[in-house]
């Protein structure tokens, strides 16, 4: 007789040895298992029945636990739980995200560069490039706003205050694997200002030294290139960071020098995108008459660009994280 376990229960059992390599079914779970060959024999005692036999009697199971629904009543009863859900927080006016898969629709150079063509991402970026646009006309047609500077700089501000938190929600959206510019979903000014504050101290820990060299000393000294390069370094990562995780552990550079470490190589090549972007797009500021000379449609031309170009350097930013998660180890 050969003396074995069943592989799914750990139930021992009894089975003759001539039924060695044969299927068979648990006794006592149902599940199908294989006897195996046999090994050491072991004095068993003899039954005249060819299926597998209980060691040790099974404890008898309880009717309740016997009582399961089938398969398609379990996936009508999760999907009214999942619209009781939606109901709730419909009620409460809270939309939940979209679930993303991250895949693209197109080759990745050319679905990166239709990052801003959804709907709601041409809504934001019209709107992004006729305000400021609008807001000059009347400063120059109309001699009265040029008395009202105070509200021009509060239209300014909302505006620039937008701005900031839905590009903050396209580094997200990417970064959950969005190809595509997200919603604008309502955002109280709470929200809206705690993220914009959160992303100055980035700009303040990071960015800020650099250009305050610039601006008092001009020389272009050791100083200027290391500050430049610390700003290159840490600006990006900061920010993405800060979006992802909204912890001042963004702003520690020694936590940001150990995901840069484990991300060397890609990291590096995301500076390096980033980098001539930017580059293109200060080129392209350069061209040109002067701006009291520079008409109408180029500086409209220019502002949309720029806003677009912003747009695509979210997503990049947010995409990096996407691929790199694993590698970044942020404990999210």
Not at 76 to 98: H, N, P, Y
Not at 170 to 183: L, N
Not at 210 to 222: H, K, T
Not at 287 to 302: H, K, N, Q, S, Y
Request: one cysteine or more.
């Amino acid at each position: 007789m050969l003396e074995f376990r069943c592989s799914n229960c750990s139930q021992r059992l009894v089975v003759r040895e001539d039924r060695a390599g044969r299927v068979s079914r648990c006794p006592r779970c149902k599940a199908e298992v294989t006897i195996p060959q046999a090994s050491t024999p072991e004095p068993v005692v003899e039954t005249e029945d060819d299926e597998l036999t209980l060691i040790t009697p099974a404890k008898p199971l309880d009717g309740a636990m016997l009582n399961l629904p089938d398969e398609r009543e379990l996936l009508e009863r999760v999907a009214e739980r999942q619209r009781e859900e939606e109901r709730l927080l419909t009620s409460l006016g809270i939309r939940r995200g979209d679930s993303h898969t991250g895949e693209r629709r197109f080759a990745w150079p050319i679905d990166v560069l239709l990052y801003p063509t959804s709907g709601p991402g041409l809504t934001v970026l019209v709107l992004l490039t006729v305000a400021p646009l609008l807001l000059e006309l009347l400063q120059r047609f109309i001699p009265l706003i040029k008395h009202m500077g105070l509200l021009f700089f509060a239209a300014s501000f909302i505006l620039g205050l937008y701005a900031v938190w839905y590009l903050a929600e396209c580094i997200h959206d990417s970064a959950r694997g969005g190809t595509r510019a997200p919603e604008f979903v309502g955002a109280e000014w709470s929200e809206m200002w705690s993220r914009f504050s959160y992303l100055l101290a980035v700009y303040i820990v990071y960015l800020l030294p650099s250009v305050l060299y610039a601006m008092f000393v001009p020389r272009r000294d050791a100083i200027f290139w290391g500050l430049a390069a610390y700003s290159l370094v840490f600006f990006p990562i900061g920010l993405l960071a800060m979006v992802v995780n909204d912890s001042i552990s963004a702003l520690n550079p020694f936590f940001l020098l150990g995901s840069i470490v484990r991300t060397l190589f890609q990291y590096t090549g995301l500076l390096i995108v980033l980098a001539a972007v930017g580059a293109l797009l200060w080129l392209g500021s350069q061209v040109g008459m002067e701006e009291e000379m520079r008409p109408f449609w180029l500086e409209t031309v220019g502002l949309a660009t720029s806003v677009y170009a912003a747009f695509v350097l979210a997503h990049i930013l947010g995409r990096f994280y996407w691929r790199n998660a694993d590698r970044l180890d942020w404990g999210l």
